[in-house]
């Protein structure tokens, strides 16, 4: 017993200090006018919840102290309920009904949909029956070329965004859209090119989730290199 609330506490410690780090970083980049932040950890933390109970209860046989300190631990303290309850109130008190309903609905939508997809890939991503795809026969190189076209893209959309000091709106606009259409040209594509998960739902949901994960690491990356070589160029 005392093994596992040593467990919690460690992961409860970690997750704490990673969402006050990501939900610090996305407000800087979006600002506070709504509370993305919060709704990210929320997202995010669903998404591992899913996936990673899915393999550390059914693929994994984990030792019952590592699942305490990964899912109760440090997911339990990364998402947060009561800070989107308290955020979501503010915004009633400050009369944003419309941004007060939205943060409301995209949570349960969101979140839901997010723990339903990491309940999907984690039974699936291992299951090599059902996923036979994975193998030789995946075009691994399409996909490399996807992602490395849309991190050039976001490096030279946060180029041009600093060149002409645009808002954050139109970053998050451009960025978003193009998150968008690469997640789902690649899907689509993909889709064409292995006709074995065309009809099978859970597999092309897999496939778009993948998409999604890999294409916000390359825009993410994107951004960051963008941002150096804005300062690279400005140093004498």
Known sequence: MMSQLFA?????????????????????????GFPHGT?????????????????MLQRFSL?????????????????????????TLYLFEDG???KAGLNIFLSAVLCLAAVWIGLVLGRQIFAADLYP?????FPYGGLALALSIALILAAAAEFV??????????????????????????????AF?????????QGLLSIFAVNALLGVA??????LMGNWLWHVSKSP
């Open 8 to 32: 919690i506490a460690l992961g409860g410690s970690a997750g704490a200090v990673t969402r006050y780090l990501v939900a610090t970083g996305i407000y800087a980049w979006l600002g506070r």
């Open 39 to 55: 709704l990210f950890v929320n997202v995010s933390g669903s998404f591992l919840m899913g996936f990673l109970t899915e393999l």
């Open 63 to 87: 030792a019952v102290e590592y699942r305490a300190a990964i899912l109760v631990g440090f997911l339990g303290a990364y998402t947060t309920f009561s800070t989107f309850a308290l955020e």
């Open 96 to 98: 944003n009904l419309a």
């Open 133 to 137: 795809w994975l193998g030789h026969g």
């Open 161 to 190: 965004f600093l060149y002409f000091d645009l808002s954050t709106l139109y970053r998050a606009i451009v960025l978003i859209s193009l998150l968008g259409a690469m997640t789902l040209a690649a899907t689509l594509w993909l």
């Open 193 to 201: 090119q292995l006709p074995e998960i065309r009809a099978e739902f």
């Open 218 to 223: 390359a825009v993410w990356l994107g951004t």
